[in-house]
């Protein structure tokens, strides 16, 4: 053991603009340098929790988790406030929970008192199966035990006992023997097992110039103010040779660190789904509930709809219980459930619903139960895009409402469920290829003007990022410039070390999970200043992976827009039912064809009414084809599907089977459900 060594102090960029270490990068070192374990501790959170324990699971090396969180403690004997960061690693399920709490705790406290912190008596309250590295010793102060670090250390102690350590981290600098000399000290008088660390910021020694530049963007300022916060240059993975060597005459801190990490025993592992309770009565099971519900949903659709007879009535109700069988075997009644009683709440109360978009609406029961307002077997919507037995997936409805009233939904699922059980959903916004251009070029002090010109060069075409690696090997003016300028090179060289790392953190613009249980005993919340309603510090990519469900929840300005035209419209006595609008009408589509669809939801673009004018639609479906087909890639059949509308050219099949699956989109397969056929 005296060979080995385990970092247990690193952050990844989830250390928002502290650190530019990625998780991959930071698992694919720790692996080359053969270490069997590592931990990641963030500073105040637990962001990277799950994409650091699946990939490092993945690489076969023993994830630990924890945080590095900053204590506030008033002694009232010196009337002092103090504060000190402390790192807290997770050893059991409890461990979880507690630090949870706390770094839930943390944005709470940022929410009311404007800065990050953990109060004492939390981290003592919420202290079981944790363990904490402590190395908050003055540099300039002999040790006395009547100085606040001492007293805090033995506060401490007597809460955690073996759970405590000293930590030493070298910094070859002059204040730091006396540091040593006082943790040394302190570790005699109190008891108290010393460990090492190297607190890991930045990836190795090539790292550090892109690393203030990193620190300048945090700081919003240039790397010319010689009062900024610099990086540590010591604080770059240190592979397990130079920590053997650093610390060749303190063996007992290296044996140490293999120690925590063995008795650090807690992995995050993928849940069930947890639906939230529905309250129906101990007799009722959800697939009766949801039997029950549909085919009375079904019955009154049929029986308000003229075009379904009797003829197709059977293919209906086969279709239904086919899906019914498909949604109980799988174990998502409830959802459905769950989402039909918040949209017919809304409905009950006036609140502008949409019809239903995305392949929710190939769901005949989402059609019975309210859920949405197209019937698929019209428009020959298939079930298994949404849902398939054979491709495990949660279901996910997109669902839109009225703009200024979505908040009213939302609280209404709040009162519902429960507050503690329904949260947002954390995102990352991360430095993309022209932002960082900007940042690093503003924090070098290089004119704006042309900064700006460079960043101009990379392109912005949303459906086709490249990396800024890229355009440097590829574009040739990128190439030419970066030659010819020694300035240009040094923005290309740090800029490409920083793209992609995590610049911010808000919240997701719709999605809502919603638990049969607080939510915080899942996953650690997150508090955005402007939002009252919490949200999971883990991205929507690793929800689910902790059974956590999300439910979208779309404010749409149309709705809002359609509601007020309704409601002007009715003051002339004019009622309107827009499940009833005629859909042949002519002076309708007449409007279209002109190009007159300022603020028609999907239709208002530019280059979308140019193609309107050249496709001149006469027909639902080809308003349905033009939305399908107008994204990257599929464009490009939009000349042809104009061309062969207008027969100026020939409409062919590959294959004569499929004549009549492409016989509406003349030939051309442009939906999911095409392919699927």
């Not at 892109?210 to 700081?219: E, F, H, N, V």
């Amino acid at each position: 053991m005296v060979n080995q060594f385990i970092h247990l102090k690193t952050k990844s960029h989830y250390s928002i603009l502290e650190s530019s270490i990625k998780v991959d990068d930071l698992i694919d070192i720790a692996v080359e340098d053969n270490m069997p374990a590592i931990a990641l501790t963030d500073t105040n959170n637990l962001f990277g929790a799950m994409e650091f324990t699946k990939k490092a699971l993945e690489k076969k090396i023993k994830p630990i988790l924890g945080a590095n969180i900053l204590i506030e403690w008033y002694e009232k004997s010196h009337n002092v406030k103090a504060l000190y960061n402390i790192t807290c690693l997770i050893m059991n399920k409890q461990g979880w929970q507690n630090l949870s709490i706390l770094v839930s705790t943390v944005y709470k406290n940022l929410q009311e008192y404007k800065y990050k912190f953990v109060r004492l008596e939390d981290l003592i309250k919420y202290n079981e199966g944790l363990l904490i590295l402590y190395d908050e010793v003055d540099t300039n102060k002999t040790l006395h035990e009547d100085t606040i670090f001492y007293m805090l250390a033995k506060k401490l102690k007597s809460v955690f006992e073996d759970r405590m350590y000293l930590n030493i981290f070298k910094n070859h600098k002059d204040d730091q023997s006396i540091k040593l000399k006082n943790l040394l000290e302190l570790s005699i008088k109190l008891d108290i097992s010393l460990v090492c660390s190297n607190e890991v910021s930045f990836l190795n020694k090539e790292m550090l110039e892109a690393q203030d530049c990193l620190m300048c963007i945090d700081q919003s300022t240039t790397v010319a103010d010689s009062k900024r916060k610099k990086p540590i240059a010591e604080c770059y993975f240190k592979n397990t040779k130079e920590m053997l060597l650093l610390f060749n005459d303190m063996k007992e801190v290296l044996i140490n660190t293999v120690n925590i990490a063995k008795r650090c025993n807690f992995l995050l592992k993928d849940s069930k789904p947890k639906l939230p309770n529905l309250n129906i009565s101990e007799n009722s099971k959800e697939s009766d509930l949801i039997y029950k519900i549909s085919h009375e949903g079904l019955k009154k659709h049929i029986k308000s709809n003229t075009r379904i007879c009797e003829l197709n009535y059977n293919e209906y109700f086969k279709r239904l219980d086919y899906e019914l069988e498909v949604i109980n075997n799988m174990g998502y009644a409830g959802y459905f459930l769950i989402v039909s009683d918040f949209i017919t709440w809304a409905k009950n109360n006036n609140i502008p619903v949409g019809p239903g978009r995305g392949s929710g609406a190939g769901s005949i029961v989402a059609w019975a139960l309210n859920i949405t307002d197209i019937d698929p077997i019209q428009y020959g919507l298939l079930f298994e895009r949404f849902l398939n037995p054979s491709r495990i997936s949660l279901p996910d409805f997109d669902i839109d409402f009225c703009k200024h009233r979505r908040e009213e939904v939302i609280e209404y699922v709040r009162n519902k469920y429960g507050k503690d059980k329904v949260a947002q959903i954390i995102t990352f916004g991360s430095l993309q290829a022209r932002a960082v251009i900007r940042d690093v070029g503003r924090v070098l002090g290089f004119n704006y003007g042309r900064v700006d010109k460079i960043a101009k060069l990379i392109p912005n075409n949303p459906g086709a990022i490249k990396s800024l690696k890229h355009h440097k090997e590829n574009d040739l003016n990128i190439k030419k410039m970066i030659n010819d300028d020694d300035e240009v090179r040094k923005i290309f060289d740090i800029s490409i070390k920083l793209e992609g790392l995590n610049r911010n953190a808000s919240t997701h613009a719709a999605g809502l999970v919603i638990s049969n249980s607080p939510i915080v005993n899942d996953v650690p919340l997150y508090y955005d200043m402007k939002s009252s309603i919490p949200a999971s510090q883990f991205s929507m990519k690793y929800l689910e992976n902790i059974g956590l469900i999300k439910f979208d929840f779309l404010g749409l300005e149309t709705l809002s827009v359609l509601d007020a035209t309704l409601k002007l419209i009715k003051k002339r006595d004019i009622n309107i039912n827009l499940n009833d609008i005629n859909l042949n009408d002519k002076k309708t589509y007449t409007t279209l064809s002109l190009g007159n669809t300022l603020g028609v939801f999907q239709l208002e673009s530019v280059p979308m009414r140019q193609v309107l004018k050249q496709l001149k639609p006469d027909r639902i479906e080809d308003i349905i084809a033009v939305v399908a087909l107008y994204r990257p890639g599929p464009m490009e059949q939009i000349p042809s599907y104009i061309n062969r509308k207008h027969k100026l050219e020939s409409t062919s099949y590959a294959h004569p089977l499929l004549e009549k699956l492409l016989l509406e989109t003349h030939g051309i397969m442009i939906y999911q459900e095409q392919v699927m056929e």
